[in-house]
């Protein structure tokens, strides 16, 4: 028994390091595309019309990349040149530090290679097991990191534009440097390496990436279903909307607090777009669970997207907006009772007392309003909410994430109730403020996410049973 345990967590981690060294791989070879790709710059010179630009000739244009490209990428060449163009000792000093990063590139490049090769030898051998998730292959969790890489990229440069989101690039990579800002008179190189080529640089390692990872999901796909017949029933969807919906959360959370904190740039419409995004899987969800839980999360997130709409993109109607959420938590509390199968007499007595406790105490000090006395019914079904759900975990795992969205729930509502104490005379320095303002979206985006995958949908594909019984997968992978 141990040894089968021991056995199994080293499966689990060689698993990962496999998933990990995948996306280190297919990250550094899309990088290296246009890196060794030479001919992409070579067409680009007559494409950009870098001849007319420069008045400088293609074979001019084509050495000078070369003898810069020989130097950032051969360990061997000590000595920058550019060809016949001129160069400055900083603009010499960038290409040295680009130099750094490019042999970095490759080497993990070729590291993560031997670890793939090494580590599916060993897989084939039946040394060890790559393990699977849900009846698909790991490298589909690669595939997934691959995807979303790209599309944060594509947020950030949306929501700032190329020219800010260059800069951030370079702040993040050339750490207190500022040689990367050429003086095309003393460093003519910069001329025929204008902004276009390195957005087309960023499109072909974006494509590259993307690529390689449909190339992975249609392997999985051709796998699964060779393994589970071919019939239409056993199409694994759901499981596939399940990944979709990580992987543009995940991208939309990272671009939003990249976008935030890095360049202070609004991103409401961004995080609207992703909540929106929670509500359209929780109505899949309708479709593909067809029971009450995944009804319960799709009205929820409904009233969900009503409240943020007034609170978030119209930050106006504040009442309506806790209403909202009065809405989602009443809906929340039948959800976690229709599930328990209880009727919720404790648990409703004593929202009722503590709602009443804080009423009287906003009374009677002279602070009741609209806004905090609808605050007052709304928190309280929020916290016991979360309670209650704990008492669900027992009865099945997936309410873990209805019980750590909740928790989510809670940080951000906090956060929002120490950014709104100035309201009520209290003072919050502006460095906490800085820290609680961001802190609300880190944990309300994971909060909404978390509560939508908690809905009870089969992620896997309940096959007929004279198929059932040829398939060398179990029914219940």
Known sequence: MYREKTKKTVNIILTS?????????????????????????????????????????????????????NF?????????????????????????????????????????????????????????TLLKVKGHKAYLISAGVAVALPVIIIIII??????????????????????????????????????????????????????????LITADLILYKRNFGKSGKNAPAPFYILIAFIVFESAIYCAFNVITLGFGESTDLIKYVAIIVCFAVALLNCFYGRNKDCIFVAASLFFTVVADLFLLVLDDYYPAG????????????????????????????VRLGIVAILLIILGVSGSLTVVSAISAIYFPQLVINAVDSALLIKKSKRYILLFIGLVLFIGCDACVGLDNFTEVGINIPAEALEIINPAIWLFYLPSQVLITLSAD?????ALPVANAEKSPIPQNV
């Open 322 to 349: 806790i209403a909202s959420f009065i809405v989602v938590q009443l809906i929340t509390f039948t959800r976690i009772y229709v599930e328990r199968k209880k009727i919720p007499v404790i648990s409703g007595a």
């Open 17 to 69: 390091v496999f998933c990990i060294c995948l996306v280190l791989f297919m990250l550094t070879f899309a990088i290296g595309l246009p890196i060794y790709g030479r001919f992409f710059y070579y067409i680009q010179i007559k494409l950009l019309g870098m001849e007319d630009a420069t008045g400088l000739s293609y074979n001019t244009i084509k050495q000078a990349y070369d003898e810069v490209l």
């Open 158 to 215: 949306a929501a700032v534009g190329f020219d800010r989101a260059f800069e951030g690039f370079h702040a993040m990579f050339f750490p207190g440097k500022d040689n990367w800002i050429f003086n095309p008179y003393e460093d003519e190189i910069i001329t025929v390496m204008p902004e276009e080529f390195f957005m087309n640089c960023a499109i072909i390692i974006a494509s590259g990436l993307i690529g390689f990872a449909a190339a």
């Open 72 to 128: 950032c990428t051969l360990p061997w060449v000590k000595q920058f040149s550019a060809g016949s163009l001129k160069f400055s000792a900083e603009g010499a000093a960038h290409f040295a530090d680009c130099k750094v990063l490019f042999n970095l590139n490759f080497g993990v490049l070729v590291s993560s290679a031997a670890v793939l090769l090494i580590t599916v030898i060993l897989h084939k051998l039946k040394v060890i």
């Open 457 to 461: 949908v089969p992620y896997k594909n």
